[in-house]
């Protein structure tokens, strides 16, 4: 059983990180063997549009054709039993690099079929990490859900399975004095970090805990 995870944030130790890394530690306390990439160590693009992936009778058709730090890190996705996406929300959606890596990824196994089918040879389970400022409430009007709903639709057609947990009101600056917010309060960010972030470090641990022990 191998469990993978992916930071789609530029911090290797802040929220998302944090939070990917208790899911690997739940993977791990039942057996699994884990990986955790950071993207941004990686040096690849989005999408390119060659459409080599779906080629017919192409040599790359289902996959992608591209050739950078993102192919070795294909195969191993298609080797691994499940994998736990990260990302900390930017300007309302999931950063660059995790735009571009999912283009990558989910582009070529999607068949043009109607409904889509998926070119992913196995079913496996996937989670989304999502991090990010505002609050529950603040969330709601945002309209972020929608944007997460469309990526957990993706992964369900092209894995089989998906869930997301949602993680707001990150703490995001080390010391609150030293940089212009005033927009946030300090003391609320700390005791949010306090009371409600190791509860959000704990349904992560779960997560992986409960990949690790995927039947199907
Ligand atoms: C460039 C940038 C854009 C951001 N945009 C948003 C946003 O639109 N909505 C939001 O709620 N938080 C936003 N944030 C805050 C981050 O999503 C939040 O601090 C997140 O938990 C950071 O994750 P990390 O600690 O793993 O890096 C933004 C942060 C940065 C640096």
Redesign the pocket.
Known sequence: MKVMAFNG???KE????TLLKKTLEGAVSKGAEVELIHLYDLRYKGCISCFACKEKGGRSYGKCAVQDDLSPIFKKVKAADAVIFGS?????SVTGEMQSFMERLIFPCIKYTDPPESLFPRKIPTGFIY????NEE??AE?GYSQRFATIERLLRIIFGSSEMLI?CD?C?FEDYSKVVAPRFDPEMKSRRRREVFPKDCQKAFEMGARFANYTG
């Open positions: 944030s530029p911090r802040w929220n998302t990180a900390p929300i930017y300007l309302g991090t990010m400022n505002v603040q969330m945002c993680c990150t995001q």
